[in-house]
């Protein structure tokens, strides 16, 4: 059974404590936040998969663990096919009366960085979901690879410096735009998609707490804020993602059953990209002169898809 | 529960159906699985038993033989039985994820149907895909025709299972000539294959919130060689284990089996060492040579290739009269002698007899090796023996077309 009451933040923050506070994340990363509020939401059995990335090589170093859960981690790319094939094996061992305790309710998680999910394990969450197992798959949006320092994803946004998409003299970072995995992943028909941020705090439980109970496969993106790329204060972690979110960088939403779109999060003030983008080490080199252009194409950017997100709400396609 | 599959006491079955026929028997619970050529058959029998109720475990077509072997990890942690089936590009595709089931040991069973490896492409049987997976952790047993594949799947299971081993299994036979060959096979009825393999027993069971577990975990240079070296001590351990349950199975069924099938080999001055369906072909080449010419000819077959029966090997080859042996590697060699000689060249450099070794290429993307070719190099394992040193070079490739290869000549003489 799912926590319904999630009124006070520091009850919700230390509920069901399943996550331990021991690991090697960095201070401010907010791939732990984002966790947490994971198991926090939910009173039920969870198995987490992790794919390869800064989450898994900082809460399972032997002989230490993080988790106070079942997880399983394989490689950077198939968290998805680990948590789906356990719920196979659920399913399974429940038919034959194997499991250790046929009551309890279960719910299968994978984590999996922006790497792995818009780029290596692309193919193996595009299968997972199309099978239709009942499991929760939420990628931890950093939008680069993290882990291994610092290099472009099909994640990063246009004008970002990642040291394999650098700002120079000749360049102004990466050039694509960001894959719009929500997109993708609510044209697979899946139940239940959503993009979600920590700072904003109960609609992303409600959201987690949404995807769990649905049946099937749910895909959440979630906006996780990297102070070692991004290059910010680790004491600043939520104001970034409050930045992020009040820019519509990252917009908070929803879609259900691949067409009903809701806005989960409208800010009263909508603040200028330039903000956004000022607050971070990465985008510094935007505001050079011959790069003020690409500030401006963000942001039309971002107007056409928040226009596109409203009159996907109201028309409900 | 499933239902009963009537099974007359002798089957015609190609080695596919016989493979398929005991996963059935397994009673798995997950079988994740992607299908190539010539693997293909048992994935589909497969889900014929699913789709009539002869199994009642869960059937997940994943999307690629990576996600596959993925699902196979993923399932094997949750606690239960796991199998599935490849070849070739398929296996070659897994070979990541066959070295962290391993690792995290894990016990699937996986039937490799072996096929060549591209460029250029080929669907025919060589081992090329075997000798991929000879350093992933797996245990590998060669199966040599449809029969065996049957039997040797049943053991498989208590093999990789048992609770000294627990590391995950490989069921080898050879691409068309015994995948697709039809021959009498004699299987075990539903209720006594099953008995024989067993409940399965979990271990570290992830579906067991009663004590969580966390798999597949990260080491450095700390604590990495620990446990790289307790799995290999697990693999080769194992080696007793697959002698008990050989044994057992012969209790059962009067069918035995040997890490080191030996043919002939008592009083045999040449031999030679090959895997697969070409044992059949050597062996009778043997018998005639014997008959036709008194040539004093054996034959030795390591049913297991991983792990590798030096002690066996060793012991077949340790025979006062032997004087030559000659190592047959069906997989591209890239630049080096084939494994197969390398390993059966080590065992026999500490037999007291040190026979001439020699290694021969062959059967390449399923080049055929006929019983007249195998006489040829018998005979010419003779004349090593009769000259005293080895009168060829060390490698050599057999039924080659073009002007010959041979690479590497001998300073003993
Ligand atoms: C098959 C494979 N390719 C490459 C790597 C190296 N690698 C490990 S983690 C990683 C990046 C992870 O990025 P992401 O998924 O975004 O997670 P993050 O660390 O940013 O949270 C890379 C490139 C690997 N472990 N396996
Ligand atoms: S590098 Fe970024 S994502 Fe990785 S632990 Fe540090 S803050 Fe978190
Ligand atoms: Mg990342």
Redesign the interface.
Known sequence: MAITSIKNLKEFSTNNDRFEGAHLLCPGCAHSMIVRELMNCTDD?L?I?SNTGCL??ST????Y?S?????????F??AA??????E??????K??G????AD?P?KFVAFGGDGSTYDIGF??L??AM??GHDFTYICLDNENYANTGGQRSSATPVGAHTSTAQAGSHSYGKKQKKKDMVAIMAAHGAPYVAQLAPNKWKSMAKGFQKALETEGPCFINTVSACTTEWKFDPKDTIHITDLATDSLMFPVYEIIDGHELNILYRPKNIIKVEDYLGSQGRYRHLFKPQNKHIIERIQKDIDEKWALLQRREEARI | MAKEFELNEVEVWDGNYAASQALRQAQIDVVAAYPITPSTPIVEGYGAYVANGYVDGEFVMVESEHGAMSGCVGAAAAGGRVATATSSQGFALMTEVLYQASGMRLPIVMTVVNRALASPLNVRGDHSDMYLGRDSGWIQIDAFNAQEAYDLALCAFRIGEHLDVRLPVMMHQDGFTTSHKAQNVYPLKDSIAYEFIGKYIPVDDMLDFSRPVTHGAQTEEDWHYEHKAKQHKALMDSRTVIDDVFADFKELTGREYKRVESYMMEDAEVALVLLGSSVETAVLAAKQLREEEGLKVGVVAPRCFRPFPYDLVRDALDVSSLKAVCCLDKSAPGGAMGALFNEVSAAAYSTKARPMMTNYVYGLGGRDFAVDEAKRIMKEQKAHADAGHITTDIQQFSGLRGPKLGFFKTRRD
């Open positions: 059995n198995v998969a898994e090589v399972a170093v032997y002989p663990t988790w106070d859960t079942s997880w399983i981690h394989i490689g790319e198939n096919t680990a948590a789906s094939c356990a196979a094996m659920y399913k399974a061992r038919k034959k194997t499991l250790p305790d309890a279960v193919q193996w595009s299968g199309e099978r």
